[in-house]
């Protein structure tokens, strides 16, 4: 069964070559770029990729053109800092040439994040589930700005897991996660406000530590030792911060479109 892999990409040179090794076996590789000027283009173009230029869109829309860009109907799409193993791409190969891959949307993988040197393997790095290989007339990525999603086109339809992992070998700073991290609060909580969905303070107040207990307890993301700690309190914060930050947009529209 072929399959197209697809990528979207900002100035990604320093990651993107072993993506791009890892899945040389696919049938063809599809890289949508937003305006790199690091050499991006020029790096996927020598691995044999089709490289088109489009203007950022948001996360999801800008996956979903991507996916549109492929030939084939069986899509996998990867960041530049994700790499597909060798257990994962035998159980891809062997999942596409069963019958039953012809009714499911897709599959989901499990990923695992590189994160202050070293492997997350429990709590809320790990296996974080990722859908990542579907048939574009099944499923679709979702439109959100951030945290985009893979779902399926119609009630009923599913998706199966393969093993083997997907590695995220994000090799950015702890600075720079951080920052990310903020860029992200901000996508969500744009996206909140915009819904109405006005968070109340037990909200703010109660989901970091439903979601410390969550995944650095009953997950046992103690056993990653202090990169896991590390990695739930970011995630912990994030919580407050998303609906923080709602609010306080909700409120200031609120004050602009009061009557004067």
């Keep these: 069964m072929p399959v197209s892999a697809v990528f979207i990409t900002l100035n990604a040179v320093s990651q993107l070559e072993a993506a791009l090794q890892s899945v040389s076996w696919c049938s063809e590789i599809v890289v949508v770029d ?35 860009q492929a030939h084939h109907h069986w899509v996998l799409c990867l960041d530049a800092d994700e790499r597909i193993t060798p257990a994962l ?5 062997q999942a596409l040439a069963n019958p039953i891959a012809e009714s499911v949307a897709g599959f989901q993988m499990p990923r695992c994040n590189y994160f202050l040197g070293r492997y997350l393997r429990h709590g809320e790095g790990y296996p974080d589930l990722s859908r990542r290989l579907f048939h574009r007339l099944r499923a679709h ?20 897991t393969l093993q083997g992992d997907l590695l995220h070998n994000s090799a950015e700073s702890l600075g720079r996660y951080l920052d990310k991290q903020n860029r992200y609060t901000t996508l969500q909580a744009q996206a909140l406000a915009q819904r109405g969905k006005w968070p109340g303070l037990g909200k703010l107040v109660l989901s970091p530590w439903v979601r410390f207990i969550k995944f650095y307890v009953l997950r046992q993301g103690f056993r990653d030792g202090w990169p896991g700690l590390v990695h739930i ?23 602009a479109n009061k009557p004067k």
């Design 141 to 160: 990525w979702s439109d959100d700005a951030v945290h985009e999603k893979v779902q399926a086109n119609a009630v009923g339809m599913h998706f199966l």
């Design 89 to 93: 791409q035998t159980a891809i190969q």
């Design 34 to 68: 937003s305006g790199s000027t690091d050499g991006t283009c020029e790096l996927a173009a020598r691995h044999g990729a089709r490289v088109i230029e489009q203007a950022w869109m948001g996360f999801g829309p800008q996956k979903q053109f991507a996916v549109a």
């Design 233 to 255: 309190a970011i995630g912990c914060f994030n919580s407050f911060m998303k609906y923080a930050k709602t609010r306080e947009l909700m409120l200031s529209n609120a004050t």
